[in-house]
């Protein structure tokens, strides 16, 4: 319960595409440093709360043909608060239990050492919740909800839906049916849901399907007539190197099917 204090630094790079109307039309090549410290608590083994300070720095580079996207190397002072419940009884198909994890954070570009554009607010609940019908079938589902409050985002803190990793870096979430971060925008709630059945001890089978939407403000996430889609089945192996799953996709906005392969654990 008394408050830990907390220190992380990391580092990603990777390329990614940018997409119009569901095609590649360029590339480009993502690096960002980042550094901060926190104070935590741990409630009952099941509980985490605590917030921080950030320092991070993005680089985007590479030719890129959408004018929202731009050439840049910007540093960020941000400001974060989290929770974190998890009392699932096991990470690889749960059968009983729920998470949840929520994260509010505030962005402030810095244009200079002494003078820090308008702040944004970005603010991302999520739950998930496990459930068993039998000794062989189970499902889980999950909820999340996303929300840019202030002005635009600078791009690399927009919210991303696709592919189906876990715990990327920023507001990067899962979305079966389309490719990572082929969609983006400034609010977006989606919901999914996993049916799985062990054919036998450590074999499963899982069916996949997700909703969602990705809109300009919160108002037009309930009222949007434009409703992404996806839907795939997976086979997972619960290896000794952890799970070890190929799945396929699909959505129905579009005619290509999508390969995701996994090997161990999210952490």
Known sequence: FIPAFGFKSDFHQFNANVYENGSPISEYTYTDFGTEIFLHS?????????????????????????SEIQESNTTYLNYFGFIDFDSFDRTYKPTSGFQLNGEFKLISEQIDFKTYAEPISILHIQYDQAFCFSDRVGARTRILGAT???????????????????????????????????????????????????????????????????????????????????????????????????????????SRIDTYVRLGFWF
Not at 42 to 66: K, Q
Not at 182 to 209: C, K, Q, S
């Open 42 to 66: 741990t409630l009952w083994d099941l509980y985490t709360i605590g917030g921080g300070v950030r320092f991070e720095n993005i680089d985007i580079s590479e030719p890129i043909l959408r």
């Open 148 to 254: 840019t409050i202030g002005p635009n985002a600078p791009y690399p803190y927009s919210i991303f839906l696709g592919s189906m990793g876990e715990n990327y870096t920023q507001h990067i979430f899962p979305f079966v049916g389309y490719r990572y971060m082929e969609l983006f925008g400034r609010n977006a709630l989606t919901f999914r849901a996993d049916v799985w059945y062990e054919a036998f001890p450590n074999h499963f089978f899982t069916a996949i399907a997700n909703v969602g939407t990705l809109e300009a403000t919160v108002d037009e996430l309930f009222n949007s007539s434009v409703i992404l889609d996806g839907y795939g089945i997976s086979y997972g192996y619960k290896s000794p190197l952890g799970p070890l799953e190929i799945t396929l996709s699909k959505s129905s906005n579009h």
